[in-house]
């Protein structure tokens, strides 16, 4: 699989590779500090009492793999705070962790990350769509798993891309209850027999809203229990880096298959929106120092009604107002405020150009 380093430190880890071997001694091999986000969909500890049949009496392909089965809640528990653990010491000060459950053992793995040290941001509920029903007619339909969006710490500022969240949500702010179908159909990947691969596949879907909203493009995203590689499918395809680690060689096998298989989007198209918060602060006056516009040129407001002159330090002056670009431009037109980079533009050639494209051209300038 090809490699896509984004910076130095990349070089001292297997990006985009399927470590073979159990996840606490491979994340404990890592580098301290070198994962942005890691994925994690830890084995449910189901507690399964025999088989599960439907009213037809057919056999329920249920989850009763030998990875999800432990002696008591004392021993998954042990296992919970231990791969906690090494997670946290590989994620660099401002990553974050995605943890995904069921009522099974969200609430035991909950405990055990807080007792970590990691700070929680939210709990998703991801509402299936198309659940599978309740055979035995004793419980609720179990229609929703849990999902835990933690910092490494209180004092970490995880990636958070909220403008790209919101428009995946038709320009409405993303609510932490997510309504998407499980993995079905073609996505569901089958083995040799025509049975599923694995039994707990999760949709694309899911990890693609979950990477759009909290990792950047080449960011280093590390799933401790692979499977059939949905983690790193959806990574590759968004332009992220991946790490897998998965101890079943039919899975890792599974998963190899299937992201090789995969073509990354083009990068134009792997831009998503993002907040004018998170965008760099230009001052106007490095317009001025990098000659863009000089002083004593012209400003006028794209209304048409007012001028100003552009003076040495990145003021203007008009008439009796001085100012910066935003205190002149409220000033003239008698409003408590006034973003002057939309207000004002220059003239080049009889053409009005608003002084905001000079501000896009620098802040391309500082992510070059």
Request: net charge positive; with cysteine.
């Amino acid at each position: 699989m090809a490699k896509d380093m984004n910076d130095a430190d990349h070089m001292n880890l297997p990006l985009n590779e399927i470590l073979s071997g159990d996840c606490i001694e491979q994340m404990n091999a890592l580098p301290e500090g070198s994962v942005d986000l890691i994925f994690a969909d830890p084995p449910y500890n189901l507690q399964l009492k025999g088989e599960l049949h439907r009213p037809d009496n057919s056999k329920v392909d249920a989850v009763d793999d030998h990875w999800d089965q432990f002696d008591s809640f004392k021993v998954y528990d042990k296992f919970s705070r231990e791969w906690l653990a090494a997670a946290k010491r590989i994620l660099k000060p401002n990553g974050a962790i995605w943890v995904i459950g069921s009522y099974h053992n969200i609430f035991r793995v909950g405990t055990a990350l807080q007792d970590a040290g990691y700070w929680i941001l939210n709990d998703v509920i991801w509402r299936k769509s198309n659940p599978m029903p309740n055979f035995r007619g004793m419980r609720l339909t179990n229609a929703h798993e849990t999902m835990i969006w933690a910092g490494k710490s209180e004092k970490s500022k995880p990636t958070f891309n909220y403008e790209a969240l919101k428009a995946l949500n038709d320009g409405v702010q993303m609510r932490s209850d997510w309504l998407l179908p499980i993995c079905n159909g073609k996505e569901r990947i089958k083995d040799n027999n025509g049975d599923k691969a694995h039994p707990t596949q999760k949709p694309e879907s899911l990890l693609h809203r979950i990477i759009v909203g909290s990792t950047n493009q080449g960011d280093v995203i590390l799933d401790p229990f692979f499977g059939s590689g949905t983690t790193g499918a959806v990574a590759k395809k968004l332009g992220r880096n991946f790490i897998g680690i998965e101890r079943e060689e039919a899975y890792r096998k599974v998963a190899k298959k299937r992201i090789d298989a995969i073509k990354r989007y083009d990068r134009e198209a792997l831009e998503v929106s993002v907040s004018k918060r998170a965008e760099p602060r230009v001052p106007f006056g490095q317009v001025v120092e990098r000659g863009m516009l000089k002083p004593g040129d012209q400003l006028y407001s794209l209304n048409g009604r007012h001028s100003a002159k552009i003076r040495a330090d990145g003021t203007l002056i008009a008439h009796d107002q001085r100012g910066s670009i935003h205190q002149v431009g409220a000033a003239l037109e008698g409003a408590p405020s006034c973003n002057g980079w939309t207000y004002w533009c220059y003239k080049k050639r009889g053409q009005a150009i608003p002084i905001d494209m000079l501000r896009k051209q620098i802040r391309a300038d500082m992510q070059a």
